[in-house]
């Protein structure tokens, strides 16, 4: 759900560049036979991020040394990746692999444009977290293999040390009432304008925000049946109540403040975001001082889950003639050493649940907090083309912190828009 679109150190000119070559798509002309095996070049799509680019960049040249296979990058910022995928599938112009969120792809999954994952690949599906394992999932096959665990937002606070402590808090709470008594303390106002929110959540991101709630209330998002999206409730109630409470009861947080890296600019105290932050503020932001912090029990909850829905993974179109070439880079990307080099430099904790006890993800203080709470993420907006629902539920958030709508009825209204594109996915 994050929006990286956002994210400081990609400029215009190279996410321009970047559409260009991604416009390419397809198999090159020095690509082998039906078969695969003997391809030389394969293209593979990539995020703009600056730490997945990294990690891409290297293990394409490692690649390419040990086996003398290219592998041609192209970039594709965040905000058009999704559209970038329809359009090349409908075109025809599709890359061999593609490493993108998984839900992005859930049409043409269902709908026979990815290839299933090849047999030998039992052994990792199996010790892959389950949250990561429900994007490829369809019909008791798989459809990519997850590189990562998503969080969004979960039960720990990411804080500005130093705003922390020059306003007196210690970031450990045994109460909600005793957090919104801090969080307002961290809260900085001139003229009755907020300049610096105790927490960011509408500059951040507010749909995270309000699932966070909404799962800790006991709400379930699908039905039982996964046809129908169910938050027109008390969960539902309670997670928008929650949100307009922060901003307009106690004034932690203002819908005028969208730095999307507040917490180190200045403009924020704390913000809900997964490990994966952490990466895009230490290349941004290198000296910056940030740890985590326990969010205490919320109004009406019953439960600790939290929502994951962003999971990476390598995919491979069906329609590729290089398909085995593929899945053999895929194998050598799903090696520990390359996921463990993944993981470090990207800020995402690996799917592999084996891997969890590695001292190098263990110990990090990025992981470790998170690690015995990985049990309680269940998977969400797996169901459908992702982006409109992130659309309809943003819209849906946003009515009710502005005031144009009251929870009830922006809670009905999104339900009512959103279930017929999950029933028609």
């Not at 000119?13 to 970047?18: G, L, R, S, Y």
């Not at 009755?192 to 800790?216: C, H, N, W």
């Not at 539902?236 to 947080?253: C, P, R, S, T």
């Not at 985590?292 to 009406?300: D, R, V």
């Amino acid at each position: 759900m994050r929006n990286r679109s956002f994210v400081r150190g990609i400029t215009a000119a190279i996410a321009t560049a970047a559409l260009v070559s991604a416009c390419s798509g397809g198999s090159p002309a020095t690509a082998g036979s039906g078969n695969g095996g003997s391809s030389k070049t394969l293209t593979m799509w990539v995020h703009t991020d600056p730490n997945y680019q990294a990690v891409a960049e290297a293990n394409a040249a490692a690649y390419e040394k040990e086996t003398g296979v290219k592998i041609e990058l192209s970039y594709v910022p965040w905000d058009q990746y999704g559209a970038k995928i329809v359009a090349a599938f409908a075109s025809g112009s599709e890359p061999d692999i593609i490493q993108g969120v998984a839900s992005w792809l859930y049409p043409q999954k269902v709908g026979g444009q990815l290839a299933e994952v090849p047999a030998d690949f039992a052994s990792a599906l199996a010790d892959t977290n389950p949250a990561s394992l429900a994007p490829v999932e369809n019909g008791n096959k798989y459809y990519g293999v997850p590189i990562n665990v998503n969080i969004d937002a979960g039960p720990l606070l990411l804080y500005n040390v130093d705003a922390f402590k020059t306003a007196g808090v210690t970031p450990t709470w045994d109460s909600w009432s005793s957090y919104i008594t801090d969080l307002q303390k961290l809260t900085v106002t001139d003229g009755g304008t907020i300049k610096r929110s105790g927490i960011e959540m509408a500059g951040g991101d507010p749909v995270a925000q309000f699932l966070l709630y909404f799962l800790r209330s006991g709400g379930t998002f699908y039905s039982a049946d996964k046809k129908s999206v169910q938050i027109a409730d008390k969960s539902g109630e309670a997670a928008l109540q929650i949100m307009q409470d922060m901003f307009n009861k106690y004034k932690v947080d203002s819908t005028s403040l969208a730095d999307y890296e507040g917490i180190a600019s200045g403009t924020a105290a704390s913000i809900a975001y997964g490990p994966w932050y952490t990466a895009v503020l230490k290349h941004d932001f290198p000296t910056f001082q940030w740890g985590w912090a326990k969010i205490p029990p919320s109004p009406g909850q019953v439960a600790e889950a939290f929502g994951g829905t962003n999971v990476w993974a390598w995919m491979v179109p069906s329609s590729t003639p290089n398909a085995s070439a593929a899945w053999d880079y895929i194998r050598w990307l799903s090696k520990p050493e390359q996921r463990l080099a993944s993981a470090l430099q990207t800020g995402e904790i690996p799917a592999l649940k084996s891997l969890w006890t590695d001292p190098k993800i263990a110990t990090d203080p990025r992981w470790a907090p998170w690690l015995p709470l990985l049990k309680d993420q269940v998977p969400l907006l797996y169901i459908g083309p992702q982006d409109p629902q992130y659309k309809l539920l943003t819209d849906m958030v946003m009515s009710v912190l502005l005031g144009q709508s009251d929870i009830p009825t922006a809670l009905k209204t999104a339900q009512d828009q959103l279930n017929p594109i999950v029933a028609g996915s």
